[in-house]
């Protein structure tokens, strides 16, 4: 099977505050978006990459990607699932049902390229797919419903953070997310309309420094993991 790179950017980050779309902010003179797709494209193990900007993206043109003969675009949609369903339907195409997709966070430009090698690996011959997740190391509280105390302690066994890049076959991905949009299930992400089609993601443990750049206090912490990252 071929393995396709889908990569929403399409969001506005409204809690970043800054003049810009947050994967248009800079690090070491970089846009996130470059750092994070180069990153990715570099290993070789992708055939392409489809890249979904909102409608009034002013600054995809002078990024470095637009130069990339590896790098396509997309219009995106309104929520994040509809943006990797545009994606998807742009890969229509070149993509076959038992290619894998592999949707990640424009804002994840830290993913260490050893969690993508193995997530790649635990999932060859997989008929469903998976994610890159770190285990739960923070005590989790529920609050109660208002008034910002404590309502009760969630037991953290079996919990882990969902990362990206999350792999899926691409025909139970359209599928899946086809399918959750219909019902109007919310969904964060992509492993979240497959299971809710009824299937059981894998679970493949990565860093849990695999940064999602969200809030100002990121990007220097963000550009410290680069600095450390020796692919
Ligand atoms: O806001 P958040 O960090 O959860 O967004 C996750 C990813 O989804 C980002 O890469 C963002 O650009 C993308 N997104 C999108 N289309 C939307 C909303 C978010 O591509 N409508």
Redesign the pocket.
């Known amino acids: 099977p071929h393995y396709w790179l889908v990569?929403?950017?399409?969001?506005?980050?409204?809690?970043m505050s800054a003049d810009r779309?947050?994967?248009y902010l800079q690090i070491r003179n970089r846009f996130i978006l470059d750092i994070t797709l180069s990153r990715l494209l570099d290993t070789g193990h992708f055939s392409g990459a489809m890249v979904?900007l909102?409608a009034d993206d002013q600054w995809f043109a002078s990024s470095e990607s637009v130069q990339d003969s590896r790098v396509s675009t997309c219009l995106?949609?309104?929520?994040?699932a509809?943006?990797?369903l545009a994606g998807l339907a742009a890969l229509r195409d070149v993509a076959s049902d038992e290619d894998w997709v592999l949707v990640h966070?424009?804002?994840r430009p830290c993913l260490a390229i050893a969690d993508l090698t193995r997530l790649l690996k635990d999932l060859e011959g997989d008929s469903v797919g998976g994610l890159l997740a770190a285990p739960v190391s923070d005590t989790i509280k529920r609050q109660i419903a208002s008034g910002g105390r404590v309502g009760e302690t969630v037991s953290r066994d079996g919990l882990w953070r969902a990362q990206t890049p999350q792999q899926f076959r691409y025909g139970l991905l359209k599928q899946s997310l086809e399918l959750a949009k219909s019902k109007d299930i919310a969904i964060?992400d992509e492993a979240s309309a497959v299971e809710a089609a009824g299937y059981a993601p894998k679970l493949v443990p990565g860093r849990a420094d695999n940064l999602?750049v969200?809030v100002p206090e990121d990007l220097p912490l963000a550009g410290w993991l680069l600095d450390q990252i020796d692919d």
């Not at 990569?7 to 809690?15: F, H, N, S």
């Not at 995106?76 to 994040?80: L, N, S």
């Open positions: 990569v929403p950017a399409a969001g506005i980050g409204q809690r779309p947050k994967q979904a909102h995106g949609g309104a929520e994040r509809d943006s990797v966070d424009v804002a964060t999602k969200t």
